[in-house]
Nanobody, 119 residues
Framework: QVQLVESGGGLVQPGGSLRLSCAAS????????VGWYRQAPGEQRELVAG???????NYADSAKGRFTISRDNAKNTVYLQMNSLKPEDTAVYYC?????????????WGQGTQVTVSS
């Protein structure tokens, strides 16, 4: 079984930075495509940043130039560096990943971590 555990959320002032981590556990051979999503109250969950297995990345327009997704495949961990945070970035942030376990691919969500941007 594969689990994703996010950490690094919290309260930060506008203009500040946070680094989210997403650690995968289980008998994982490798992480495949991964993504960070967020969901604000009353809103749909949206993709913030994604990374393929080979490291190609894509970002929502709202995240371009401010957020950076990265991964440490040896640690089965994915990061989201968030700079120049704005109040509209306030949301629960979720990690999603495809994980190869033997010959089977599992698509897994983390439990989410709250990010609040406020003065």
């Amino acid at each position: 079984q594969v689990q994703l555990v996010e950490s690094g959320g919290g309260l930060v002032q506008p203009g500040g930075s946070l680094r989210l981590s997403c650690a995968a556990s289980g008998s994982i051979s490798s992480l495949l495509a991964v993504g960070w999503y967020r969901q604000a109250p009353g809103e749909q969950r949206e993709l913030v940043a994604g990374s393929t297995e080979t490291g190609s990345t894509n970002y929502a327009d709202s995240a371009k130039g401010r957020f950076t997704i990265s991964r440490d495949n040896a640690k089965n961990t994915v990061y989201l560096q968030m700079n120049s945070l704005k109040p509209e970035d306030t949301a629960v942030y979720y990690c999603n990943a495809g994980a190869l376990v033997g010959l089977r691919v599992y698509h897994v969500w983390g439990q989410g971590t709250q990010v609040t941007v406020s003065s």
